[in-house]
């Protein structure tokens, strides 16, 4: 398999090296600066064409086109060198046109793959014209996302209402509605060809001014698919140097959902991350806000766990730690999907806690639960087998941090007393019965793991075991509700 970025990086070396050799000056006319002619332009494009065949395979095949030992990659070099001499002489003045600079990165375009072209003219030191970065940033900067509906008799009502509040709740910084009706909007390409180069260009030669070029907007579309384009690092950064609420919640938002997700975050990456994390600790309203996005749908984040995790253990408020326990939706399941992705964020949080934050955090977490109670009490939401929840980690901490060894033996015999009274209570069927006896059962899994975990956090997640009372180990029946 071709190594696409290594085979770029070696092109531009050898155009870099060949300059004089391979550069050709394109037919010279001047033009207004700020003229935009179609003509021009492909008179221009058909001139490229005449003197680089290679044109056509690298739009219509890449790179993966050509024989690495083919005589074409002379004209890919050829055409290389010449893209580098524009880059490197670009002037908004006289002969150069704006058209031109359009041709440029369209051809870049056909040669990049994920910023590798720019990432290897950075490593050969290739120096871009000032001229160029700055109307690269101007053009960036101008960018605007309109929805119109042409025809609203064939819209369906849905998509018209879901449009509209996507827009109020853009108004009123809404973020969690924002992040849920994101998903009707995020697979709409936005960005030309030729802009996201531009993005690509900044992100490695003039990262610091992607921040002030995108400050004075509010345009959530624009600032959302900009960050996709974006390096994680890059991103991040942005986010936290802001001081604009709708650019600082695309940087880390549009990260995490986009193909960024996927990938783990290295160090640098998760403490700029935390970092912005804590700036938004002092913003109680926005932080619930946060929370309740990023905790709705645990997965969805997953490479927030660790930042998160160390900003609640040094940074956060008792307000804030409330905030994020209460944004953790509870609800009856046996996946363990969220549940290990929400210990990874609390055994982050028990590395740098303070004994006392570590109390208030299970404190918290145990009050939720208790009121909570697995749903057992709330009419026709029954249990028929052993679940668990998605603080079952606090839920261990609690009970090994903060009560007695007496305490916790009182609760656990008092659970076993409610199952064992099972036959001898009144039930409004078999269902709220084997409610009944599957409630107490789930209460109970918990504060036994907690008394066979160790003090090491890494062993409180109680994941695929399940633990039977020794007074039902010879009850037949209740051996098969077990199972």
């Not at 051809?107 to 720019?118: M, P």
């Not at 960018?143 to 119109?148: A, I, N, V, W, Y």
């Not at 993005?199 to 995108?214: K, R």
Request: glycine letters at 4%; a negative charge; proline letters at 2%.
């Amino acid at each position: 398999m071709i190594d696409y970025e290594n085979v770029i990086y070696q092109l531009i070396g050898r155009a870099v090296t060949d300059v004089n050799e391979y550069s050709h000056d394109l037919k010279p006319e001047i033009i207004k600066k700020d003229a935009v002619s179609d003509d021009y332009l492909n008179d221009l494009y058909q001139d490229l064409q005449t003197k680089y065949e290679c044109i056509s395979s690298l739009k219509y095949g890449g790179i993966r086109e050509f024989d690495l030992l083919n005589e074409k990659w002379n004209g890919v070099v050829n055409l290389i060198a010449w893209c580098i001499r524009c880059l490197e002489n670009w002037s908004n003045k006289a002969l150069k046109s704006f058209n031109e600079i359009t041709v440029i990165l369209n051809v870049i375009c056909f040669l990049d793959k994920e910023g590798c072209f720019w990432r290897s003219l950075k490593k050969r030191n290739i120096s871009l014209s000032k001229p160029f970065i700055n109307h690269s940033q101007l053009q960036l900067s101008s960018l605007r996302c309109e929805f119109k509906v042409d025809d609203i008799g064939n819209v369906p009502i849905h998509e018209i209402e879901s449009l509209e509040k996507f827009s109020s709740a853009i108004s009123s910084k809404n973020w969690q509605e924002i992040s849920d009706l994101w998903r009707m909007f995020n697979h709409i390409p936005l960005f030309s060809s030729e802009n996201v180069q531009r993005l690509q260009m900044l992100d490695y030669f003039e990262s610091s001014l992607l921040e002030p070029t995108f400050k004075g907007t509010n345009d959530i579309p624009i600032l959302m698919h900009a960050m996709h384009y974006l390096r994680v690092e890059t991103a991040f950064k942005i986010g936290y140097e802001t001081t604009n609420d709708y650019l600082e919640f695309a940087s880390v938002h549009s990260t995490l959902k986009t193909p960024h997700g996927n990938k783990t975050l290295n160090d640098t990456e998760t403490a700029i991350l935390g970092s912005i994390l804590s700036k938004i600790t002092n913003d109680e309203i926005k932080f619930n806000a946060w929370m309740n996005m990023f905790n709705k749908y645990p997965p969805h984040y997953s490479n927030i766990q660790i930042s998160l995790g160390k900003v609640l253990a040094t940074n956060a408020t008792n307000e804030n730690i409330s905030a994020y326990i209460k944004s953790i939706a509870l609800n009856n399941h046996t996946d363990n999907e969220s549940r290990t992705i929400i210990a990874e964020c609390l055994f982050e949080f028990t590395k740098s806690a303070s004994p006392n934050r570590r109390k208030n955090l299970w404190n918290a977490a145990y009050e939720y639960w208790t009121e909570w109670g697995f749903g057992g009490g709330v009419s026709n939401d029954y249990i028929f087998n052993v679940v668990f929840s998605n603080l079952d980690f606090a839920i261990i901490g609690y009970y090994k941090e903060c009560i007695s060894d007496d305490k916790r033996l009182e609760i656990k015999e008092n659970l076993i007393n409610n199952m064992q009274l099972l036959e001898s209570r009144w039930h409004r069927s078999s269902s709220s019965a084997t409610t009944y006896w599957y409630r107490n059962l789930s209460l109970y899994q918990v504060i036994e793991h907690a008394d066979r975990a160790t003090e090491n956090a890494d062993t409180w997640l109680l994941l695929k075991s399940y633990y039977t009372p020794e007074q039902f180990h010879k009850n037949t029946y209740n051996e098969m509700l077990v199972r």
